[in-house]
């Protein structure tokens, strides 16, 4: 069953075709894993599918369903809804340096639930007809216990989350007094705290010493079973996740299939020549 | 001996209306700065354009002309009666710091990582949100050293309402040199050492609480 499908992206700035027509298809809780030189639009590709550009072309189905089309205009309520669908670790973490960890991780959650909170006391005063001073006293205090349980919950949340990608111990700590490797793996519980339909990394671990990609990478790994895509130059790492491969150069697929499938047999000229690249760099 | 408390309550006085101007300035141009930064940084081009023309024109004429015109102004330009003196010169004040604010807030907001403001988006924040919950923090300790001059150079400024003939402690120590006595204008030196020491160790101070931030 084809859970995302991604049909005739394009993306242009200025002049430069960034996106010339991506197309593709994925499983729910496959891993794709993107990948390509610089420039090739891989990173383009996963800022459109959370909406951090507009592609000039192009439609998202999730789940059998239209899920958006470039050629509507979105409010920004609506945006905000469908980035939900979508989570996004960065290249480097971007972390909150105002928060320490656990907030990090708590924060978008904590203000979904006040919201929530809010929308449920409208409601009420709304059921409630003029509602009287009695009335409005019992829904405040019942909005107010629905606001500390939620965030309640968001922070409990957040501590199973560090747990998982095992830094319950630092989650009181600011990002500056984490290593790069704790930032993204941080990052990595924050964008799993809203429970995203689909988890988008992009290049997570370029930003880190050569050290400590094996921690984040190894967070990732675990997280299998998840609908995912990452963009990576990792190509060991890539070839043993990756349940779909896509090699993008100049804006367009070049070439698509399995792991075995790609690394192992690669057809395309461009490819044999980027695979040959990164082993001499010694990325493999 | 006497003579010198005579001076110094007389001194204490105007150093009242300098502090009444310095602190009703800077609660008044604190937002507006702010308002005036997001105006300077509009989407909406005509917006932008005007008020950094407005920002241009007031960072770029003297304090003093702006004392004296919005003093003057009204009456000599409409026939209409314009603000008192201590009202005029807080008027003109207000706008002249809050255009300087602006640009600092300005600087400071457009320094923040575009980073930050995506990792909010992606987590489905709202912009106010983003701004409230993310970005202000951020803003504030990037600010804090520029503004800490700002807010200095203020207090020194106040004496410039004396062209208007407000008496504050410039305007009152300079009375007493018709009487022969110079040491009262030196005596002000002290009052502002004061204030401006003062200002200096809160924003130290407020610069150690936010270094945890490390942005």
């Known amino acids: 069953m084809e859970y995302l499908r991604v049909e005739g992206f394009r993306k242009k700035f200025h002049q430069t075709e960034v996106l010339k027509g991506v197309e593709f298809t994925l499983q ?5 894993v993107i990948i390509g030189a610089s420039g090739s639009g891989k990173t383009t590709l996963l800022r459109c599918l959370n909406f951090l550009e507009t592609p000039d072309e192009g439609k998202v189905y999730l789940g059998g369903a239209l899920f958006s089309d ?14 939900l669908k979508f989570g996004l670790v960065f290249q480097n973490f971007n972390l909150f340096p105002n928060y320490d960890a656990k907030r990090n991780v708590s924060l978008a959650c904590e203000l979904l639930a006040r919201e929530r909170a809010r929308a449920k006391k409208r409601e009420l005063l709304a059921a409630e007809q003029g509602a009287r001073w009695k009335a409005r006293r019992r829904i405040a205090a019942e909005i107010r216990a629905m606001k500390k349980e939620g965030t309640a919950e968001s922070r409990a949340r957040a501590d199973a989350l560090l747990a998982q990608v095992g830094l319950q111990e630092k989650r009181d700590s600011f990002p500056y007094e984490l290593s790069g490797g704790q930032q993204q793996r941080v990052a990595i519980a924050r964008a799993l705290a809203l429970d995203p339909e689909v988890l988008c990394f992009d290049e997570p671990t370029s930003a880190l010493d050569p050290e400590l990609t094996g921690e984040v990478l190894k967070v990732i790994r675990g997280l299998k079973g998840r609908t995912m895509i990452v963009v990576t130059h990792e190509m060991a790492f890539a070839r043993e996740v990756a349940d779909r491969v896509i090699f993008m150069a100049d804006g367009v697929i070049e070439e698509e299939g399995t792991s075995e499938e790609v690394f192992g047999a690669p057809k395309s000229e461009k490819l044999k020549a980027f695979l040959k690249r990164t082993e001499e760099h010694g990325w493999i | 001996m ?3 408390f005579a001076v110094t309550l007389e001194l204490l006085e105007g150093f009242g209306t300098t502090c009444y101007i310095f602190i009703a300035t800077l609660l008044l141009a604190l937002p507006l700065g702010l308002i005036i930064a997001f105006g300077s940084m509009s989407r909406f081009k005509p917006l932008r354009y005007v008020v950094r023309t407005v920002v241009w024109i007031i960072r770029g004429t ?5 004392i004296v015109v919005i003093f003057y102004g009204p009456g000599l330009l409409f026939g209409v009666s314009g603000f008192d003196r201590v009202p005029s010169v807080i008027v003109a004040f207000v706008i002249n710091y809050a255009c300087y604010f602006s640009e600092i807030y300005r600087g400071g907001i457009e320094n923040i990582p575009r980073g930050q403001y995506e990792a909010g988006l992606v987590l489905g924040m709202t912009k106010v949100q983003i701004f409230f919950r993310i970005t202000l923090l951020q803003v504030v300790k990037r600010i804090l050293a520029p503004m800490s001059n700002e807010i200095i150079t203020l207090v020194k400024d106040t004496s ?5 003939s407000v008496i504050e402690i410039i305007k009152v120590a300079e009375g007493f040199t018709r009487q022969g006595l110079i040491w009262p204008l030196f005596y002000t030196g002290v009052f502002y050492l004061l204030f401006v020491g003062i200002l200096t160790l809160l924003f130290r101070y407020a610069e150690k609480k936010t270094a945890y931030l490390k942005v």
């Open chain 1, 70 to 83: 470039a050629a509507v205009r979105y409010s920004d309520r609506e945006l905000r809804k469908k980035r």
């Open chain 2, 2 to 4: 006497t003579k010198f």
């Open chain 1, 28 to 32: 729910k809780g496959e891993i794709l």
């Open chain 2, 160 to 164: 410039l309402a004396r062209v208007i």
């Open chain 2, 62 to 66: 003297p304090l003093m002309l702006q």
